[in-house]
C-alpha cells in the first residue's frame, strides 16, 4: 500500500526485476482505467489486473476469483503482491491474505517523503494515510533523494508516533529490493 503517488508501482516493477523467485502481482488501481497495471512489467505472465474500483471495497468478488485462479496454477507462486489503490486501507484487504491456500507474511506500506509532511497536514487525506501506516508491519520510504535530511527526520518520527513498533527503512538505501519479501516475513 502507499498513498497515490508513492511510488508502489516503481518498487515493485524493481523488486520484480530483481528476483528470481515465481511471483503474482494483483494489481487495482480506482478508476476505469488501470494505469498502474499497464506500468508493471510482468514476470511469467502472472500479473492479475483488478479494475472498476477499490480491491478493499466494490472488488471483493474479483479478488476471489484472482485467488481462486492462483490457487489452481498447477506450479503456484512463492509470493503474492496485492498493489493496493492510493486511497485504499490495507486492514480491509488482509484476511484475504490468510484464505484458504495462503498466509499472509506483511502488509507494506510506502511512504512517499517528499509529500508526507503535506498530505498528512490535509484533513481529507490525512485519515487515509494513517489508516495505511498502523497498518502496516513494514514502512518503506521512497523519495528521499527529494527531501532534506531534516524533513526525513520529521517524516521518521511522525510515523514512530503513528506506529511506534513498525520498522522503516529507506528504499534508496536498500541495496536488494528483492529483500523486500524476506524482511517482510
Known amino acids: 500500500g502507499g498513498y497515490l503517488g508513492a511510488g508502489k508501482t516503481t518498487v515493485i516493477n524493481q523488486l520484480l526485476a530483481r528476483t528470481t523467485r515465481p511471483i503474482a502481482v494483483l494489481v487495482n488501481d480506482v478508476g476505469a482505467v488501470n494505469v498502474d497495471a499497464a506500468l508493471i512489467r510482468q514476470r511469467s505472465g502472472d500479473t492479475i489486473e483488478l479494475t472498476d474500483g477499490c480491491i478493499c471495497c466494490s472488488?471483493?468478488?474479483?479478488?476471489?476469483?484472482?485467488?481462486?485462479?492462483?490457487?489452481?496454477?498447477?506450479?503456484?507462486?512463492?509470493?503474492?503482491?496485492?498493489?493496493?489503490?492510493?486511497?485504499?486501507?490495507?486492514?480491509?484487504?488482509?484476511?484475504?491474505?490468510?484464505?484458504?491456500?495462503?498466509r499472509l507474511d506483511a502488509v507494506i506500506v510506502l511512504v512517499d517523503t517528499d509529500r508526507f509532511l503535506e498530505l498528512a497536514s490535509d484533513s481529507s487525506i490525512s485519515p487515509h494515510l494513517v489508516a495505511q501506516v498502523i497498518s502496516a508491519d513494514l514502512l518503506v520510504l521512497t523519495k528521499t533523494d527529494l527531501t532534506s535530511a531534516e524533513d526525513r527526520s520529521?517524516?521518521?518520527?511522525?510515523?514512530?508516533?503513528?506506529?511506534?513498533?513498525?520498522a522503516v527503512i529507506d528504499v534508496a538505501a536498500s541495496n536488494d529490493l528483492a529483500g523486500l519479501l524476506d524482511a517482510a516475513t
Open 59 to 102: 472488488l471483493n468478488a474479483g479478488l476471489a476469483d484472482a485467488f481462486d485462479q492462483l490457487r489452481a496454477r498447477p506450479d503456484p507462486p512463492d509470493h503474492v503482491i496485492i498493489e493496493l489503490s492510493g486511497v485504499a486501507d490495507p486492514r480491509r484487504v488482509m484476511p484475504w491474505g490468510n484464505s484458504a491456500g495462503f
Open 154 to 166: 520529521v517524516v521518521r518520527a511522525r510515523l514512530s508516533a503513528l506506529a511506534p513498533d513498525v
